[in-house]
């Protein structure tokens, strides 16, 4: 590719947003380099939930065809009780007549290998773990774990929730604990109940299971659970996971029972609440770094694509002024994440009741509101476009 432009971009973080941003800033033509903390892409254990605005930031990048082939496109999105009795059902195939993309789940690896085969010349330093930056008038300098000190025009911070650029940033919000916990895993099987292009989302008493098929025989699931966030598990894990969901409406049990006990994975629901800034001078940020937001409304990953390519229009509006240019991007941005943080917050407190009058409560909402309020809110962010000339030409 031609280089059109003059300036460096130094990414901190190689995950999806780190990844996705520096594909964006060479759709524009910037040169970037990455700075991954790890010493080898991770897939992160888990599976992503890419809906329909997630896949139109991708189609942007150009690499939305790429990640539709691993994948199947999902028609319904089905909320229902720990028994199997429906809540709602979304029907999220009409996105794809109507936006131009479909809403999928895709195995984290291949979201982050379509982005990554898609760079040319960027150069991705594995192990190389951002510490610390300083800047000045003319360009900011980054200095990694082992010593090492780098140079460029702008930093953007894409190092996720613990994100050490954030860190080096005044007046940011501390993170939040919600409460509660989530488990996730890969099963491998092939069932009847769940055919391609699956999502469920099931409720009990204060506890969940969520899953989604990623791939042929490949379905990604999460139990979530109220309990403290510094806790352990120990090697029974998967038999602690079984016993909380025996009984609970098929295929949940055999799910588990197809899952490898060594590939489960605990975290604790983490988010912040919105922030008015996320940089200063030549330094932003990008994705959790800016704006965690707890996992209820699957819109992590989206975000930070989204993220990215508005960065990336930003900076080539005004490539001689960077600072002017995250500004900009800065001010696109706040209103929509932080929106998306405050639902998922309360969706994730609505989520963790556990007393059967709120839990009865918690299914009269949600049949009534889920499958007309809540879902024409959900179509309204499905219509988002982080490009402003696909945006622009909605509005005319």
């Not at 794809?96 to 984290?108: L, M, S």
């Not at 003319?138 to 990694?144: C, E, H, N, T």
């Not at 598990?233 to 055999?254: I, K, Y």
Request: hydrophobic share 40%.
């Amino acid at each position: 590719m031609t280089r059109t432009r003059t300036g460096r971009a130094l990414i901190a973080g190689g995950g999806i947003g780190g990844m996705a941003t520096a594909l964006a800033l060479q759709h524009k033509g910037f040169d970037s380099v990455v700075f991954e903390q790890a010493q080898a892409p991770r897939d992160g254990g888990a599976g992503v939930h890419l809906w329909t605005n997630g896949m139109l930031a991708l189609d942007s990048l150009g690499v939305a065809d790429t990640v539709l082939k691993t994948t199947a496109a999902q028609q319904f999105c089905h909320f229902s009780t720990w028994r199997g009795a429906e809540l709602a059902a979304w029907p999220v195939g009409e996105f794809a007549a109507q936006y131009g993309r479909p809403t999928i789940a895709v195995e984290r690896s291949a979201l982050h290998a379509a982005l990554r085969n898609s760079l040319d010349s960027t150069k991705f330093h594995t192990g190389a773990r951002v510490v610390d930056f300083t800047q000045d008038e003319r360009g900011v300098a980054v200095r990694l774990a082992d010593g090492h000190i780098e140079r460029g025009d702008l930093l953007i911070g894409a190092d996720g929730i613990y994100s050490a650029v954030r860190a080096g940033l005044p007046g940011m919000r501390p993170l939040r604990n919600n409460g509660y916990i989530a488990w996730r895993g890969k099963a491998f099987l092939e069932h009847d109940l769940i055919p391609p292009g699956s999502f469920n989302a099931m409720f009990g008493p204060g506890t969940r299971f969520v899953y989604y098929d990623v791939a042929p025989g490949v379905v990604h699931w999460m139990s979530v659970a109220n309990g403290p966030a510094d806790d352990r598990d120990d090697s029974g894990v998967l038999q602690l996971l079984t016993d909380r969901h025996r009984r609970w409406a098929a295929p949940v049990e055999d799910i588990l029972a197809a899952t490898p006990p060594s590939g489960i994975i605990r975290s604790a629901a983490l988010d912040r609440k919105p922030d008015r800034r996320w940089g200063t001078g030549r330094v932003t940020l990008l994705g959790d770094a800016a704006h965690p937001m707890a996992f209820n409304i699957g819109q992590g990953a989206c975000q930070a694509v989204e993220d990215a390519v508005v960065l990336a229009e930003c900076l080539a509006s005004t490539p001689a002024d960077p600072v002017t240019a995250l500004r900009a991007y800065e001010k696109e941005r706040r209103a929509r994440t932080a929106h998306l943080q405050r639902v998922a917050w309360w969706l994730g407190r609505m989520a963790s009741v556990e007393h059967p009058a709120l839990v009865r409560m918690r299914e009269v909402f949600m049949r009534s509101t889920y499958p007309t309020i809540l879902f024409a809110a959900e179509r309204k962010q499905m219509s988002y476009s982080p490009s402003p000339t696909i945006r622009n030409s909605r509005q005319r």
